[in-house]
Structure formats: C-alpha cells, structure tokens
C-alpha cells in the first residue's frame, strides 16, 4: 500500500486540458471517492462516473451501514483510525444539519456484548465514537448470557437515501453519469487520462486480483419502529441495528461463497438468533431478506499504477477491498484516493510541460 502527502491542487497551465477523470462503479466506494476528488479538484479536471450498476443494486444498498470499524489485517492500525475519524467526522456533521433526513444519517446509542471477559478488550476506535464506557450491572441483566459490554453512540447510514444523496451531489458537482460495464480498464485509455477503480468484488473479474474474496452477508430488514438501541453480539455475528424506516438484523460471514439468493433457513436462524437477545422483534413486520458480497482482502488497495501498451500510458488509481467496514472508512479512504488523483494530474501536467520544452 501507498500513503501520500496531499499535494496543493494543481492549476492546469494554458497549453493543458483539463484531464479526464474516469471513476468505475457507483458504490459507496465509486460514489464518495468521485465526490471527494471534484470538491478537491474544483474546475480543473471533468469528472465521468461509470458503472454497470447503481442503486438499489449493489453491495453497498444491502449493508447495515454501522460505524463500527472492522480491522484491517495488511494496514497499520493508526491509518485505519485516521480513515475512521475523517468518515465518523464527516457524517458526524451531516447528522447535525438539515441534510441529515435526506442523507439517511443519524447517530444511535447501544451496546457490543460479550460472553467471554477476554474479548471485551478496548477497540482502536473508543475514543472516536461518543461516550464509550464498560455497560454497567444493570444493563447487562437485559442479556443473561453474556457478562460484559460497551456503551456507546455511534453513527448509522440508512444505505439507499445515502447513495442517493451522494449521486445527488455529484450530479450538482458537474460530475457525468453513465452506465457501462468495463471489460478491460484499458478499454478507457483514449477518453480518459485517470481511471480509479473502485469496482468492490468486480475488481476480481476486471484486474484479476487473486487477494479479493467474497465473503456472503445475509441480512433481514424488518419493521419494528420500537427498537431505538442497536445490540451487536462481539463475535460479530449477531446484530440488531435500528435505522430511519427499518431495522437490519444480521448475519452471516461465509467466505468464497458467490451465491446471491437468500437461504430461508439461515432467514429463521437470524431471526431467531435476534429475537434471543431482543425478544420484542418476535412482533416485527415486513421481513425482507438481502444479500451481499463484502469484497474482502487482508488491506484495501489504495494505489497508483501506470498502465500502458505500445508508448501510450493510463494512470490508474486503485481503491477497493474494503471488506466488511467501507461505511466506516469510506470518507478516509476516498480522501487519500483523491490524494493519488492529484499525484497523477501533477505528474500528467509535468510530462505535458517537459513535452513543450
Ligand atoms: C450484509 C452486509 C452488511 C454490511 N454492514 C456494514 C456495516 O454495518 N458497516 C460497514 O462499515 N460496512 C458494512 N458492510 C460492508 C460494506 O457494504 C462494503 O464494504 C461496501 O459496500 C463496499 O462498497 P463498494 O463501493 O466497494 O462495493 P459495491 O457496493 O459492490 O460497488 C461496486 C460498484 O462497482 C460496479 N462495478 C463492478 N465491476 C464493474 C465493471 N467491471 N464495470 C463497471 N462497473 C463495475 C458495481 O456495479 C457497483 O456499482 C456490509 C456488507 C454486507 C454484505
Ligand atoms: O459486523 C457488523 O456489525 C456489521 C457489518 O459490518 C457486516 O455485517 O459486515
């Protein structure tokens, strides 16, 4: 992985057009890295989304969207938190505008529980979500079979109005928007001068990336207004987190596997999984079932590469494999990919201006 000092943006010189920037797929990843590269680069470069699909039809529309960070094995614990603290930042003061309902953005208040003292261990991140502390004795009498916990308030995304609201205000950016499936990343090297792929689980397919594995997430979104407080089960695989319109209760992980339709047994085995430790839901509503392929990998790649065939070059900026946390890391990761961008528009304009000498 690449880190990079952010450079000033770049002001193109008479003699340089604009370059021409080409962001794949229209994810939480697509989305928010296009948006943070047209507010760094105002004016100076046309921005083109491209994708095969949009929302409602995409991982990112299936995910909870809790901001509880999942590690990160290959990246260095102290730039996962700096990812972390720029998106719980961002969002943070979305929640606290009159654009919150529109962007699905709202802080809740809950506990992580554990059966086994040993896991309860303090996260990197308890000092970046509000008011983190051990759950006292009385909480923990509401579930018997665990013996320790945290409190604290963090921030969900209700995942569809987000995506909207990103797409909203790339369009308001000047930012194009096309559907298209992208066979080869070369394939866009005479319309475009800067690729950045941000293609989720299809980068295994596009860039033949062997280190990127699904991992299956199955998830029920149900009606039940009455549950105001998230439960996360620490071993990850039990949660009940309550957005805008609908609660999501979780889950599975289930490595390599690619399949996309619902399974009814693990449907029940969810739901009952849920309604042990929040026995109200056994009322819930309108059970809707989704799944969704978490584009795994032991780090997210966040790099630049040069393609290039017969003297022509691509400059191609990486950002995927966010596995199971993109909504927690995503403003992060889409600022230092838009880092890279400006890395590449220097390095073009440099070239350009080597070129006239
Ligand atoms: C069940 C479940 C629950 C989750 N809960 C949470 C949570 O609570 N908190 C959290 O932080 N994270 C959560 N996640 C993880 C999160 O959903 C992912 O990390 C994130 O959505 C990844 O976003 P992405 O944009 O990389 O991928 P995607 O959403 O899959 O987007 C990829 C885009 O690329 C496009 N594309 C792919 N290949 C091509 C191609 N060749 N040409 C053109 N376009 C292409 C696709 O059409 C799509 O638009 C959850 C995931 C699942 C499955
Ligand atoms: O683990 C969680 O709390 C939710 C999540 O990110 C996932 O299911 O991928």
């Given at each position: 992985m690449e880190y990079c000092e952010c450079l000033s943006p770049p002001i193109p010189t008479p003699?340089?057009?604009?370059?021409?920037?080409a962001v794949v797929g229209a994810g939480l990843i697509g989305l928010s890295t296009a948006l943070r590269i047209a507010e760094v680069n105002p004016n100076c470069c046309s921005i083109t989304l491209l994708s095969e699909q949009f929302s409602p039809n995409t991982t990112s529309d299936v995910a909870a969207g809790m901001l509880i960070p999942h590690t990160y094995p290959g990246t260095p614990i102290h730039v996962q938190k700096q990812w972390f603290k720029e998106t719980f930042t961002y969002l943070f003061a979305i929640?606290?505008?009159?654009?919150?309902?529109?962007a699905g953005i709202h802080l809740v208040s809950g506990w992580q529980i554990f059966k086994n003292p040993s896991e309860a261990e303090v996260?990197?991140?308890?000092?970046?979500?509000?008011?983190?502390?051990?759950?006292?004795?009385?909480?923990?009498?509401?579930?018997?079979?665990?013996?320790?916990?945290?409190?604290?308030?963090?921030?969900?995304?209700?995942?569809?109005?987000?995506?909207?609201?990103?797409?909203k205000r790339l369009k308001a950016n000047g930012v194009q928007i096309h559907t298209r499936k992208v066979a080869d990343l070369w394939e866009l090297h005479s319309?475009?001068?800067?690729?950045?792929?941000?293609?989720?689980?299809?980068?295994?397919?596009l860039v033949g990336d062997q280190q990127l594995f699904p991992i299956r997430g199955q998830v029920l979104k149900v009606h039940a207004?009455?549950?105001?407080?998230?439960?996360?089960?620490?071993?990850?695989?039990?949660?009940?987190?309550p957005g805008i319109d609908s609660v999501t209760l979780g889950g599975t992980r289930e490595k390599e596997s690619?399949?996309?339709?619902?399974?009814?047994?693990?449907?029940?085995?969810?739901?009952?999984?849920?309604?042990?430790?929040?026995?109200?839901?056994?009322r819930a509503q309108d059970i809707r079932v989704k799944v969704g392929l978490r584009p795994s990998r032991s780090c997210v790649r966040l790099q630049r590469e040069v393609l290039s065939q017969g003297g022509a070059k691509l400059l191609v900026v990486h950002n995927y494999g966010h596995g199971a946390g993109g909504f927690s890391v995503h403003r992060g990761t889409a600022e230092e990919a838009a880092h890279l961008v400006q890395e590449c528009i220097a390095?073009?304009?440099?070239?350009?201006s080597r070129a006239k000498l």
């Open positions: 003699q340089m057009a604009a370059p021409r920037v929640s606290n505008s009159a654009e919150a309902s529109e996260p990197f991140w308890s000092d970046i979500v509000l008011g983190f502390r051990p759950m006292s004795a009385a909480e923990l009498q509401k579930f018997p079979q665990h013996s320790h916990g945290q409190a604290f308030t963090t921030l969900k995304c209700d995942c569809p109005p987000y995506l909207l609201w990103l797409e319309e475009y001068d800067i690729v950045v792929n941000c293609t989720g689980i299809g980068a295994r397919q207004p009455w549950v105001k407080n998230f439960i996360r089960d620490g071993d990850g695989l039990t949660y009940i987190y690619w399949r996309l339709s619902p399974d009814p047994g693990t449907t029940k085995d969810i739901f009952d999984r849920c309604c042990s430790l929040e026995p109200s839901l056994q390095a073009l304009q440099g070239s350009s």
